[in-house]
């Protein structure tokens, strides 16, 4: 069963880090990318980041260039995201989302999704 | 950046009538939009790519039509299950891979 799920969410002060995880089961790193995307309490989806399948490409969204970094051990079928800096306007649940289509960057939308990891920005 | 725009903001419709939303890009995207359903509390799951193409387990009464600036998803006879947020999506030029603000199809 193609699965992802997410962990490392949580209450984090501005300015300080934290790292998401994004496990995976049924599927290979390297034929797939993944992606992150968020949604703020209440609003709608912003892509974050994404880690090409073969790990060499990484894009982020301008909101978070710099600060956020996608890595992946694929020994673990783990993703990461590093998050640092964190602003009040980062709180959003975060999920992981795998491409449709195998070797592609992105295209034909996003086929699999974790059930998602809250983080709060709060002092 | 490509703006995804969406409308109406909220549709009310009842069970077993047709619903219609609509999509709009800044500029073209070609084919190259997707559309998901999100429940409250739920993920967002990939309905149809292509514009057209329904992904896998999508049932038939949900189709999608439209290329370059104007898109369409049509519910052709609305179930209980159907009454969520449905976002587009647009993958033609990126990144960023942006999504538009979102459709919240109500029960009228």
């Known amino acids: 069963q193609v699965q992802l799920v997410e962990s490392g969410g949580g209450v984090v002060q501005p300015g300080r880090s934290l790292r998401l995880s994004c496990v995976a089961s049924?599927?290979?790193?390297?034929?797939?990318?993944v992606h992150w995307v968020r949604q703020a309490p209440g609003k709608g989806l912003e892509w974050v980041a994404l880690?090409?399948?073969?790990?060499?490409?990484?894009y982020y969204a301008d909101s978070v260039r710099g600060r956020f970094t996608v890595s992946r051990d694929t020994s673990k079928n783990t993703l990461y995201l590093q998050m640092n800096s964190l602003r009040a306007e980062d709180t959003a649940v975060y999920y992981c989302?795998?491409?449709?289509?195998?070797?592609?960057?992105?295209?034909?939308?996003?086929?699999?999704w974790g059930q998602g990891t809250m983080v709060t920005v709060s002092s | 950046e490509i703006v995804m725009t969406q409308s109406p903001a909220t549709l009310s419709v009842s069970p077993g009538e047709r619903a219609t939303l609509s999509c709009r890009a800044s500029?073209?995207?070609?084919?190259?939009l997707a559309w998901y359903q999100q429940k409250p509390g739920q993920a967002p799951r990939l309905l149809i790519y292509?514009?057209?193409t329904r992904a896998t387990g999508i049932p038939a009464r949900f189709s999608g039509s439209g290329s370059g600036t104007e898109f369409t998803l049509t519910i052709s006879s609305l179930q209980s299950e159907d009454f969520a947020i449905y976002y587009c999506?647009?993958?033609?030029?990126?990144?960023?891979?942006?999504f538009g603000q979102g459709t919240k199809v109500e029960i009228k």
């Open positions: 500029q073209s995207v070609n084919s190259n």
């Open positions: 880690l090409s399948y073969d790990g060499n490409n990484k």
């Open positions: 989302a795998k491409d449709n289509l195998y070797t592609s960057l992105g295209m034909y939308g996003f086929d699999i």
């Open positions: 292509g514009a057209s």
């Open positions: 049924g599927f290979s790193f390297s034929r797939y990318g």
């Open positions: 999506q647009q993958y033609n030029n990126w990144p960023p891979w942006t």
